[in-house]
């Protein structure tokens, strides 16, 4: 059974960093494409950036060229590193990742907070 667990969120003021890690309880070669979402309270949960298996990774406009995601399989772990960050940016962020045993399975994480004032 695969688990992903969250850390790396805090309070940071605006033009700072942080960088999440989502680390993957079982086998992340049962894995296919992982992700970062976030939702604001009142507001849907949308897409931050994807990695896929084999390393292709794809960012929402919202992020691009301030975030970076990253997968280390051998730390069956998944980053997002998060620079210059806004006041936009405050929200709870999610792992997430598609099963590559069962289809249409996926995981989440409990979600870690992230707050950037101003």
């Known amino acids: 059974q695969v688990q992903l667990v969250e850390s790396g969120g805090g309070l940071v003021q605006a033009g700072g960093s942080l960088r999440l890690s989502c680390y993957v309880s079982?086998?992340?070669?049962?894995?296919?494409?992982m992700g970062w979402y976030r939702q604001v309270p009142g507001k849907q949960r949308e897409l931050v950036a994807t990695?896929?298996?084999?390393?292709?990774?794809d960012y929402a406009d919202s992020v691009k060229g301030r975030f970076t995601i990253s997968r280390d399989n051998a730390k069956n772990t998944v980053y997002l590193q998060m620079n210059s960050l806004e006041p936009e940016d405050t929200a709870d962020y999610y792992c997430n990742a598609e099963s590559r045993v069962t289809f249409g399975k996926t995981y989440w994480g409990q979600g870690t907070q992230v707050t950037v004032s101003s």
């Open positions: 990695v896929s298996r084999g390393g292709r990774t």
């Open positions: 079982g086998s992340i070669f049962s894995l296919n494409t």
